[in-house]
């Protein structure tokens, strides 16, 4: 199964020059109802469509982001995010 990961992420950055753009959650607020809190690391990449989520970005605080093709969101241990499941996304 890793290989299987390994391989897709490869090809990915492969295709890519660059990242668009890297969000960064962080948890020094109380996460909303619903969100995704969990004691380890997520790294989440866009591939095809867009990724609504709410995120604490510890400058601006709770946040609506949108992740595009070629967007990443890091989600370090014990922080949390909240998707949008409205729009269609492969990620």
């Known amino acids: ?3 299987v990961f390994l391989n897709l992420i490869d090809s990915i950055l492969e295709e890519r020059e660059s ?3 890297i969000w960064f959650a962080n948890d020094h607020t109380t996460p909303p109802q619903f969100s995704y809190q969990v004691n ?3 790294l989440e990449l866009v ?3 867009e990724y609504m989520n709410q995120l ?3 400058e601006y605080g709770i946040r ?3 992740l595009m093709l070629g967007d990443a ?3 370090p241990p014990n922080c949390w995010n909240k998707p949008n499941w409205i729009q269609s ?3």
């Open 40 to 42: 380890f690391p997520r």
């Open 64 to 66: 609506d982001i949108n």
């Open 73 to 75: 969101l890091y989600i």
């Open 1 to 3: 199964m890793d290989t």
């Open 56 to 58: 604490e970005d510890g």
């Open 47 to 49: 591939f095809k469509g």
């Open 19 to 21: 990242f668009n753009h």
């Open 89 to 91: 996304v492969r990620y």
